[in-house]
């Protein structure tokens, strides 16, 4: 039998209190709070417009001090990129991201298939200088970076496990709600489904020896959730509550959410972010393909129904020369983008010659400006 509203309500409530009771706050938390919220003020006082983007996977430990933790695949490129593209709009970024993943400008010179090293010469004075082929671009990205930096336009903070990503990103959503509708979550973050209870923990790294083999030390009469059983590593994992519900009603009631929704089976993908708007109540689900996302997404919304957003044609790829060629093979930082067919059966190779966030994020300014506007008709203020 299905719950009423209230109660699937209280069981939401109940559910984030105790995940937030038994799992404690990343320490960095209370450093973090301070500098968003004299980011946040700063920028409110101007009349600027917010977004918090999220970006880069989050990690799930199997030991309390860590060793071994799963992973994703995730290299924060969507997130670097599109915070550029919304700074670029004239919002400032909150940019909550998997430490060491791409950062945005830096990423420019990072995480690809050339050293940075690569860019530059020695002169014959023996300084290190910027080689003449790159001067254009690196003018470019340096001055851009230059004047955000100058209007402390971005603010950087990190995560790692999927722990510190969710108190990371209820605390600072609760801090940006003066913000209201000028605010835009912009979850790009590859968030994990599972994980291990801090209660089901164990202290030590996991023994494959069975000599040493321990797996007694946590605090829940439950098996600790990563153990060896014989020769076998057993993970046992418990779902992550579905936060978004929360972060919609609660967190941020007055801001525009979007998320993104990742899936590999091209037949599911409109139908599961349908499906997550219908369930979140949320402005705008972007839809993406793990093979085709930096080709094509696909917007879901109340406000305009289904809509693709893709690469021009004529614009798909960078021509495979000299280091291109290598990072069109390689896929980049995250290895894909080869030998792949869009949706509608067109092949697609190497890297768009096109940033597809490019063309995202002043799609989304467009429908935050609507929004703002629907609020101040509604509530005659944003
Ligand atoms: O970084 P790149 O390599 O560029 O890749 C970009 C990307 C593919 C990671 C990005 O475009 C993307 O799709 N990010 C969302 C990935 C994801 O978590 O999708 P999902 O289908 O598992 O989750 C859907 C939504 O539910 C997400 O907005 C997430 O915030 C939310 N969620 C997920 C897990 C969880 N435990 N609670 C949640 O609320």
Do not use: C
């Not at 060491?100 to 690569?118: E, K, M, V, W």
């Amino acid at each position: 039998m299905a719950g009423s509203g209230s109660d699937s309500e209280a069981t939401a409530e109940a559910l984030e209190s105790q995940y937030f009771t038994n799992n404690p706050p990343p320490l960095s938390l209370h450093s973090h709070l301070a500098l968003t919220q004299a980011f946040i003020e700063r920028h409110t006082d101007q009349g600027r417009r917010i977004a918090l983007v999220t970006s880069g996977g989050t990690t799930v430990p199997l030991e309390n001090q860590t060793v071994r933790y799963l992973d994703n695949f995730s290299a924060g490129t969507r997130g670097a990129t599109s915070a550029e593209y919304f700074l670029e709009a004239g919002y400032a970024v909150v940019f909550l991201h998997r430490q060491f993943s791409l950062l945005p400008y830096s990423r420019h010179y990072s995480h690809n298939t050339s050293s940075f090293l690569d860019y530059m010469k020695e002169d014959q004075d023996g300084r290190v200088v910027v080689q003449e082929q790159h001067q254009p671009e690196m003018v470019r990205v340096l001055r851009e970076y230059t004047h955000v930096k100058k209007q402390n336009l971005l603010l950087i903070l990190s995560f790692v496990t999927i722990t510190e990503y969710l108190w990371e990103l209820r605390e600072v959503a609760k801090l940006m709600r003066p913000v209201g509708a000028k605010a835009v979550f912009y979850l790009a973050a590859a968030v994990s489904d599972f994980f291990v209870p801090k209660d089901r923990m164990v202290e030590h790294k996991i023994q494959s020896s069975e000599e040493f083999q321990a797996n007694g030390d946590n605090t829940n009469s439950k098996p600790p959730a990563a153990r060896t059983e014989g020769k076998s590593l057993i993970i046992d994992l418990e779902p992550v509550p579905k936060f978004l519900k929360q972060l919609v009603d609660g967190w941020a009631p007055n801001s525009m959410i979007v998320s993104f929704k990742l899936e590999t089976d091209p037949s599911m993908l409109v139908r599961k972010a349908q499906y997550a708007l219908e369930k979140y109540q949320h402005h705008l689900v972007i839809g993406n393909l793990l093979s085709t996302r930096k080709w094509e997404v696909v917007f879901v919304s109340a406000m305009d129904g289904e809509k693709w957003i893709r690469v021009p044609p004529s614009r798909r790829t960078k021509s495979l020369s000299g280091i291109e060629a290598l990072v069109g093979r390689a896929g980049g930082a995250d290895g894909d983008g080869s030998e792949l067919k869009h949706s509608d059966g067109r092949a697609m190779q190497g890297e768009p010659a096109v940033e597809i966030e490019s063309l995202i994020i002043p799609e989304i300014a467009a429908m935050h400006s609507r929004l703002i506007r629907e609020s101040v008709r509604e509530k005659g203020t944003v």
